[in-house]
């Protein structure tokens, strides 16, 4: 069974940092495409940051561009976003998830494999 499971979230200071994580299992992350979306009450579920399946290309969201950045461990079978410079309009709940295509997508539709998400809550 193809599976993600995120972990590092919590609550940080404005300002401060947090990694997430996301772990693969069932399926060799080299041939996917991943990306983390994240959803706050109320609001739709938004694109932050995508790889392709080779790691060459790394598009981020304009509100997030330049403070958080996405990277990927094939071996380990690991995502991760880490998240700099955190704003409170940063809080939300973060999802990774993986596309079987070399290509990367803004479109949470695309995606056919899903984590439980990770709730980041930003507070002084």
């Known amino acids: 069974q193809k599976q993600l499971v995120e972990s590092g979230g919590g609550l940080v200071q404005p300002g401060g940092s947090l990694r997430l994580s996301c772990a693969a299992s069932?399926?060799?992350?080299?041939?996917?495409?991943i990306a983390w979306f994240r959803q706050a009450p109320g609001r739709e579920r938004e694109f932050v940051a995508a790889?392709?399946?080779?790691?060459?290309?790394?598009p981020y969201a304009d509100s997030v561009k330049g403070r958080f950045t996405i990277a990927r461990d094939n071996s380990k079978k690991t995502v991760s976003l880490q998240m700099g410079l955190v704003k409170p309009e940063d809080a939300a709940t973060y999802y990774c998830?993986?596309?079987?295509?070399?290509?990367?997508?803004?479109?949470?539709?695309?995606?056919?494999?899903w984590g439980q998400g990770t709730q980041v809550a930003v507070s002084s």
């Open positions: 790889l392709t399946s080779a790691g060459s290309i790394k």
């Open positions: 069932g399926f060799s992350l080299e041939h996917y495409a």
């Open positions: 998830a993986a596309r079987q295509f070399f290509s990367y997508s803004r479109v949470a539709q695309s995606y056919s494999i």
